[in-house]
């Protein structure tokens, strides 16, 4: 059997390890030559996570089909559930976790507590006063390092303005993609 992951970092080398343990051959798609999982000797597609002719290559190669990373084409991953392909968890799934807002929406509805949130567009200081603080800023798709430092740098100058005390992250404050 093989076991099919998108993303070859450090969650899908410890996967591979695992496998291999109890005799399970894995594939990793994943962009960098060598990349952790392919160095415990899972057998690496190099490409992107959001081609979507890359996809299809690793779920073809694969029995089974899982992620590393929440960041990925998942218009792709549905078309092959539809197919007939086993991807675990669904794209469905998937494309709620990658939109903090549905992520934390759903989780409420679900009745697992979440810290105070709420939806703004491009935050301004009746924003930040009206939710309050502590709080952190996040966008609501992507990782950190694609939109967050931005979103950070004026929370800190909404900060500076309003001559408040040191920041404590507690709650969290989910941003519209602009």
């Known amino acids: ?3 099919g992951i998108v993303g070859g970092g450090q969650l899908a080398k410890m996967m591979a ?3 291999k343990k109890i005799g399970l051959d894995t594939v990793v798609l994943d962009p960098t030559p060598n990349c952790p999982a392919a160095q415990v000797g899972s057998r690496q597609i190099a490409g992107d ?11 073809g190669k694969s029995d089974v089909t899982t992620y590393d990373t929440e960041h990925m084409n998942t218009r792709v991953l549905r078309e092959l559930v539809r197919e007939g392909n086993r991807i675990y968890p669904s794209p469905a799934l998937l494309e ?3 939109d903090k807002l549905q992520q934390k929406d759903a989780l409420a509805r679900a009745g697992i507590a979440v ?3 709420g939806e703004v567009g491009k935050l301004t200081p009746l924003d930040v006063e009206r ?5 952190v ?3 609501r798709k992507g990782g950190v390092m694609m939109a967050e430092e931005s979103l950070f740098s004026r929370i800190r100058v909404i900060w500076k303005e309003r001559s408040w005390p040191s920041l404590c992250w507690r709650n969290s404050l989910t941003l519209k993609k602009s």
């Open 115 to 117: 810290p105070r949130y």
């Open 96 to 98: 709620t976790i990658q």
């Open 1 to 3: 059997m093989t076991i």
């Open 17 to 19: 390890q695992k496998a």
């Open 137 to 139: 800023q996040k966008a």
């Open 131 to 135: 939710f309050g603080f502590p709080c």
């Open 49 to 59: 996570f959001y081609d979507g002719n890359k996809l299809r290559e690793l779920v």
